[in-house]
């Protein structure tokens, strides 16, 4: 496959000019229709592009490290033995890295994921380091997830929807090339997610996930499939209602439906860990005896969401991660003295994707980054004596001066409800040019809508400050995860344009700093950060110059009817369920495409044309509206990416598009 560089691409429209205003342009697999104008300096925005960083994947059992990097045009695995050592590339597929599971026992097998064209349906093959062959272990067609190796490495357990297209089943299968999947545990309407087997390779745990407020965790017998529940079950909490115009919105319930997050047997397999957020606002990391049933909490009282945490194999050690405030602190606990171990530090602001143990349980090796740093693998040596932080890849920011590179500040800012202590604040991540203003904003709202914006490692955002003069504000409003459970539940179902008035409040905040202009600011979102962007367009129109929605939701009812199966009722747990009358009104009144005519403002819409979350009707009915009635509308599409751009060519393309969108907004 041929792949045109984001210069080639943009000068070939330069070349074509403004006549392109409407016209519709293929360049390989990317289509650009009525994006018109020069690409500006492609040059110079491709410097800031070419950083690359290391992302842990897994130990394997001759205490190499299997990390994920990219070297051409897409993610691959590889392999590093030493600190600092060479990255011994592993496969070379022109599709990127799903992800990789070392065998616990054979350092020559893992267990590698990828999909098609970001169709999101994972396949496994079992990757052969001796050979490099590779042997496909599904079907090739369904959805896949969670494959998780029993202790002996003889099987594997997984999440498929191999049987009917929808419902979320988990599958046993032996690695024998003649083996086939055996049903264990049937799914409905919710997701089943494998966590592990017990160490005598008997059970499984998985987590039956309805929603991120509600789900429970389960043990199956892997023999007969009989499951039994491990955490107690709670009290359903009352749905969030409607809010009338300046009522008080009461957040529901604390003692309601709860979350479990994850899950690890213990090293002897009498108890098991897990996350919940069970009897409290946050997630905490329990421990329960499946004898006695006795449990209880290692982060009691906690003010921060428990991210994830790993175990030692032989129990001595937990390790887990806090989200404070958006920036990660790495905790590990030593069981035999009941107190948590010193460890050296690391750079400061960080934000930690990946924790694992070696198969000793005396390395801890993770995945950090900050928002001057690419992301890269560290790896704390633990023992009685002082423990030693090692460094064990080195990413590279590319052809950049270091010191150009800001930093992202945390800031609050008040919106438009009260809590028992006064208005309610919100918080933000801002990265400032630091030249004198008033500079020009981006506003740029986070997927989910359950995620949360932390400032990790983005160099288009570093481009937009040092080379453009915008700020960059990135908010986090109500609904996202990492503030305690009522505010996640704050724009559920019938509260959802409550976060779009948090971005009225935001443009209030922005309108009174002064290095900021008010006159230019412009709202960018992807998926539901796109829905976002959307909405905000049509309420704040006029304050407002325009906007950037990648595979954002435009109309909630053709959403939810054209979303892959699998995803539709899991929404429904999120949105409403549209098949009710009241609920299909509600979504009807909110949905962007309804409204567009309120958008008087340019908008860039990108989307990935394989996308199964948000399907690419989505972004050409908006488009159409928009065109229909006069207003500017620049759409870019990618036949081979799913939901958001994985490929560095396609990538580059998307983002020269955005910078040439900014530019041309100019001033007011």
């Known amino acids: 496959m041929k792949h045109f560089s984001t210069l080639t691409i943009l000068l070939g429209l330069f070349i074509a000019g403004d006549s392109l205003a409407q016209a519709r342009v293929e360049q390989g697999n990317l289509v650009f229709d009525g994006i018109p104008g020069s690409p500006g300096d492609a040059a110079r925005l491709n410097r800031w592009l070419e950083s690359r960083s290391a992302s842990l994947l897994d130990w394997q059992a001759d205490g190499a490290l299997l990390i994920a990097t990219r070297f051409g045009n897409v993610a691959q695995l590889h392999r590093v033995r030493a600190p600092l050592g060479m990255r011994e590339q592993l496969t070379w597929s022109s599709e990127p890295l799903g992800g990789a599971w070392a065998h616990p026992s054979d350092a020559n097998l893992v267990l590698v994921g990828r999909d098609h064209s970001g169709d999101e349906n994972l396949q496994f093959w079992l990757h052969d380091m001796a050979s490099g062959q590779e ?202 003295t009941h107190s948590n171990v010193l460890l050296p530090a690391l750079p400061a602001g960080g934000v930690i994707s990946a924790i694992a143990f070696d198969r000793a349980g005396r390395q801890l090796a993770l995945s950090l980054e900050t928002a001057q740093s690419p992301r890269d693998v560290y790896v704390y040596a633990l023992s009685d004596a002082a423990p030693v932080l090692t460094r064990w890849t080195q990413g590279e920011i590319g052809p950049i001066d270091a010191r150009q590179l800001v930093n992202a500040q945390r800031v609050e800012f008040t919106t438009w409800d009260n809590t028992a202590s006064g208005l309610r604040a919100l918080s933000a991540f801002v990265y400032r040019p630091t030249a004198p203003g008033p500079h020009p904003v981006l506003i740029d709202i986070h997927d989910g809508p359950e995620a949360q914006y932390r400032p990790a490692w983005d160099p288009f955002a570093q481009y937009l400050v040092n080379e453009l003069g915008y700020a960059v504000v990135a908010p986090n409003v109500r609904g996202s995860s990492g503030y305690g459970r009522s505010f996640l539940r704050l724009d559920d179902g019938q509260l959802r344009e409550d976060a779009v008035r948090d971005i009225g409040s935001l443009l209030v905040w922005i309108g009174l700093q002064g290095d900021m202009d008010r006159s230019r600011i412009v709202v960018m979102g992807a998926g539901y950060g796109g829905y976002m962007a959307l909405a905000a367009l049509t309420h704040y129109s006029d304050r407002l110059a325009g906007g950037i929605d990648m595979a954002g939701i435009s109309g909630f009812q053709s959403f939810l009817t054209n979303t892959a199966a699998y995803r539709r009722d899991l929404l429904r747990a999120e949105y409403g369920d549209e098949r009710n009358p009241e609920t299909r009104r509600f979504l009807q009144d909110i949905s962007p495409l309804n409204s567009s005519a309120a958008i008087r403002k340019p908008l860039l819409i990108v989307q990935g044309l394989n996308d199964p979350r948000v399907p690419v009707s989505e972004s050409e009915q908006m488009m159409r509206g928009l065109r229909a009635r006069g207003g500017e509308a620049w759409y870019l599409a990618a036949k081979d990416e799913g939901h958001g751009f994985r490929r560095k060519s396609n990538r580059d393309a998307w983002l020269a598009t955005v910078a040439q969108f900014l530019t041309r907004l100019g001033p007011k």
């Open 135 to 336: 042997r496909l272990l599904t079907d090739g067609k369904a959805l896949n997830g969670t494959p998780v190796f029993s202790r002996d490495g003889r099987r594997i357990a997984w999440f498929s929807t191999l049987r009917d297209g929808a419902s979320y089943d988990i599958f046993i299968r032996d690695l024998d090339a003649a083996a086939t999947p055996r049903l264990l545990v049937a799914g409905k309407s919710e997701a089943l997610y494998v966590q592990d087997w017990s160490p005598d390779n008997q059970r499984i745990a998985f987590i039956r996930y309805r929603s991120i407020t509600d789900s429970e965790l389960v043990m199956a017998d892997v023999n007969s499939g009989a499951q039994t529940r491990i955490e107690p079950a709670t009290e359903a909490a009352p749905e969030p209602k409607r809010r009338a115009r300046g009522a008080k919105v009461v957040p529901a319930a604390v003692a309601g439906r709860a979350s479990v997050r994850q899950a690890r047997f213990s090293g002897d397999g009498r108890g098991i860990y897990f996350l919940t957020d069970r009897g409290g606002e946050f997630v905490e990391l329990h421990y329960r005896d499946l004898y006695t049933q006795a449990e209880k909490s290692l982060t009691p009282e906690s003010r921060w969401d428990v991210e994830r945490f790993t175990l030692g194999a032989d129990g001595r050690y937990v390790a887990y991660t806090q989200n404070e405030a958006g920036v990660d602190r790495l905790v590990v606990y030593d069981n035999n």
